[in-house]
T-cell receptor, first 115, second 119 residues
């Protein structure tokens, strides 16, 4: 069975602060993929990143960075110098390679950036 | 731009009155999904199509049906909406699974969603 845990239900930070969203996953598969999606108030789920289980390199994209650590089964997401437009619900998700294309989502973290 | 389109964005229906939600895509992806997302919850997969092969989740109520007449379009039919069916409905697509297996878990791209209200 797969499970994704996002322990932080809601986070509020002041604009320009850095913020890290935690994601811990469980799976018995050796090959799997991890994702982060952003859901702004408009409702659309916006794809941010995909990582496979064999690639533990951290990734940076502008103000966004991701820290994947298999040893702790974590895939954390950091926003540097946060902006009001970063306010959204962020979902971490997992899919395994030989499944039925079913994404297992975490419960999401609502991030509010205070101007 | 290639994209996933959902119509309408907002749908109001009456209790028990059938409703159809529409999804179209210009990505030419073979897999299409329907998710239900209730307030403050994660999306929940209802079913998906791999080409014309329909895959229903075990806990999807019979009240929910789907049609995929061609690669580009997929419809969600709710035969008799109840108050508990009020939710955001999200359509997503992903690419082919390679015949040899390999990286089948491709990224799912979502549409903007249809917010359904049941009166």
């Amino acid at each position: 069975a797969q499970k994704v845990t996002q322990a932080q239900t809601e986070i509020s930070v002041v604009e320009k602060e850095d913020v890290t969203l935690d994601c811990v996953y469980e799976t018995r598969d050796t090959t799997y993929y991890l994702f982060w999606y952003k859901q702004p108030p408009s409702g659309e789920l916006v794809f941010l990143i995909r990582r496979n289980s064999f690639d533990e390199q951290n990734e940076i994209s502008g103000r966004y960075s991701w820290n994947f650590q298999k040893s702790t089964s974590s895939f954390n997401f950091t926003i540097t110098a946060s902006q009001v437009v970063d306010s959204a619900v962020y979902f971490c998700a997992l899919i395994h390679n030989f499944g039925n294309e079913k994404l297992t989502f975490g419960t999401g973290t609502r991030l509010t950036i205070i101007p | 731009d290639a994209m996933v389109i959902q119509n309408p964005r907002y749908q109001v229906t009456q209790f028990g009155k059938p409703v159809t939600l529409s999804c179209s895509q210009t990505l030419n992806h073979n897999v299409m999904y329907w998710y239900q997302q209730k307030s403050s919850q994660a999306p929940k997969l209802l079913f998906h199509y791999y080409d014309k092969d329909f895959n229903n989740e075990a806990d999807t109520p019979d009240n929910f049906q789907s049609r995929r007449p061609n690669t580009s379009f997929c419809f969600l039919d709710i035969r008799s909406p109840g108050l508990g069916d009020a939710a955001m409905y999200l359509c997503a697509t992903s690419r082919d699974r390679p015949p040899s297996g390999g990286s089948i878990a491709d990224t799912q791209y979502f549409g903007p969603g249809t917010r359904l209200t049941v009166l």
